[in-house]
């Protein structure tokens, strides 16, 4: 595609632009329980949540988040865009905004960025890929020449309310992500965001951009079984892998480094193995996998978009961090994942991000480093 | 009008009172009451339709109030401390569309865009791409609003992509898709 990457940048609890990088070489987890985060909401909730350390509990969860992440990730050159995007899942679900992030984005970019505000369009939603898909998207648009600067920001937050939910529904961790791991209990939900400009090349040349990464083509598909639960045999979400790879005119060996979804659930981190297995075989072993949810959490809507911009860092340099909260490796999966603490060389210069959301939206997304 | 055929259709209801789609019988029928009228449009698009293949179907739904009923429900149990999660995970958005693919069985992408009339032409842009660049190529695509009374309206148009390529699509026929989906909005409260 004729699509590409520049200045992404994303903001965790573990941190943000190289700061963030430098936490997740060094295997540190940005995780705390819950019951520092929200004390009167969950005083014997001690399980871990990648929460965004300052924020009240009392005003718009999101808008706060709009705010770091407004300051620290948007740069100059986003002035250039000719289309802003955003991606979320649902944003507060409490308050003036509740389940309308779209309206918190407006609302945000027309009292802070008024240049970019009339830019802004829509916000894609497809559960925990919306990150992913906004990346997608833009990159049709500006491949199709439509634009050649669009700026996609994906944002979501960890409410008390969205925690209670899902404590409830069993997703989150009994105490911390533990993506592939025998012992895993769930996944770590947290919040936070990224930003990142897709550009062709005539806005390539517009931004005289150096540090470039190719989105070589990406995939969606939809299980159309469970409204919660992933499709058990693997296929649908595996069918997003091979949409992406055969868009990208890409075999499995090319493929360097794969950033999984591996949310740390039982059921999905098996279904993800299989998944995988199915679309690379026998290659699969000698591609560097990892997860970070352990080390940031699960950022729901924002997950997709911020997972890709890891996947551009560790492409350009070369080293796959290792996976934080992975201790004692589940064999049956059988993933030649890194283990926590320990980084891994990246040989190839291309890799894969997967994200997997309620409604059982499946998404993949090939990126190439030309740095 | 050389590579892709685009149909239309529409789809009404006088008020919010609005049934469970006989295509999410014997399936998750808790859908919102967006995501019931999005599935609805989707069936009556279909019988007019009704002989392609949807296993690689895509599903775009444009929509700007998401699932309200069901936020609300959740939102008012969070003020006691009570969870609402079935409410929950079926008040995003993306229901819209991932209903339409339950019900549907459908196996291409699902995801809603968010927004206003002014999402509509980047939409139209990525349903005439997936429609040509996914296996056997056709988008649903959807625009649901709450109408001026209590009811809701919703424009839907199947695209049938015959290539891998855009280059073939006529401006004329970029036009009467947008023309067709547009109308909705004119019908939007908001």
Known sequence: MDAFIVHPNAFTSLGHSENLWRNLLDGRCGLTAANTIFPEFFPDNFSKIGAISGLSTHDSRLMQILHRVGYSLIPEEANNCELILGASSLGDLEGSFAGDPFGCIQHYLENNKPTLAPLFNGVISSACSSGT????????????????????????????????????????????????????????????????????ERGLKKLHANHVFKICGFGMSCDAKHITAPD???????????????????????????????????????????????????????????????????????????????????????????????????????????????????????????????????????????? | MDNLNCFFSSYSTPDDKVPVPDL???????????????????????????????????????????????????????????????????????TLATYTALALDSHGAAFTFVGDKNILSDAITTAFYLANNIDNGA????????????????????????????????SLEEKTLHNHLSQAFELDAN
């Open chain 2, 139 to 170: 988008t649903l695509i959807t625009v649901v609003v709450k109408n001026h009374g209590p009811g809701y309206q919703a424009n839907s148009a199947l695209i049938l992509g015959k290539s891998g390529h855009l280059e073939g699509v006529s």
């Open chain 1, 133 to 200: 898909d906004v990346l997608s998207l833009a990159a049709i648009m500006v491949h199709q020449q439509k634009y050649d600067v669009i700026g996609v920001l994906a944002v979501d937050c960890l409410d008390q309310g969205k925690l209670l939910q899902h404590v409830t529904l069993g997703t989150q961790a009994q105490d911390c992500a533990r993506p592939f791991d025998i012992n895993r209990t769930g996944t770590s939900f947290g919040e936070g965001g990224g930003f990142a400009m897709i550009v062709n």
């Open chain 1, 232 to 371: 058990e045999t693997g296929e649908t979400p595996a069918l997003a892998i091979t949409r992406a790879l055969l868009a990208s005119g890409l075999a499995p060996a090319d493929v360097g480094y794969i950033n999984a979804h591996a949310s740390g659930t039982p059921l999905n981190d098996q279904v993800e193995s299989i998944a995988l297995h199915k679309a690379f075989g026998r290659t699969l072993g000698n591609i560097a996998v990892n997860g970070t949810k352990g080390a940031i959490g699960h950022l729901l809507g924002a997950t997709g978009l911020v997972e890709a911009i890891l996947t551009c860092w560790s492409l350009s340099n070369q080293h796959a961090p290792g996976t934080v909260g992975l201790e004692n490796k589940d064999e049956a999966l059988n993933l030649p994942v890194t283990v926590g603490g320990f980084s891994e060389k990246i040989l190839k210069p291309i890799g894969l991000s997967t994200t997997f959301g309620f409604g059982g939206v499946n998404s993949a997304i090939v990126i190439e480093s030309l740095n």
């Open chain 2, 24 to 94: 999410l019988k014997g399936k998750d029928k808790r859908a919102d009451t967006a995501a019931r009228i999005a599935v609805l449009a989707a069936s009556n698009m279909l019988q007019e339709k009704p002989n392609i293949d949807l296993t690689s179907l895509n599903v775009v739904v444009i929509n700007r109030e998401g699932c309200k009923s069901h936020i609300n429900k959740v939102s008012n149990g969070i003020k006691n401390h009570q969870p609402a999660q079935g409410f929950f995970v079926r008040g995003g958005p993306q």
